[in-house]
């Protein structure tokens, strides 16, 4: 899977993000839970909401010729 789940301390409303390397990502967060998924190369990543919550995110990834 491409999504990694963070941890989110409800209490103190705060989270954890281990950053490894230079590699770009981005974080999604929504009732109470997180996730991590790093950016393709080449592609779109797109967030994909239902009556205002995340429903699922989506991928379409290619490469120049």
Known sequence: M???DVN???SSKKM???IE???PFCVVYC??????TYLPDHGETKVITHQGRVKRLKFDEGEEF
């Open 2 to 4: 491409r999504l990694e």
């Open 31 to 36: 009732n109470g839970k997180a996730r991590k």
């Open 21 to 23: 390397g230079n590699k």
């Open 8 to 10: 989110v301390d409800t």
């Open 16 to 18: 954890e993000i281990d």
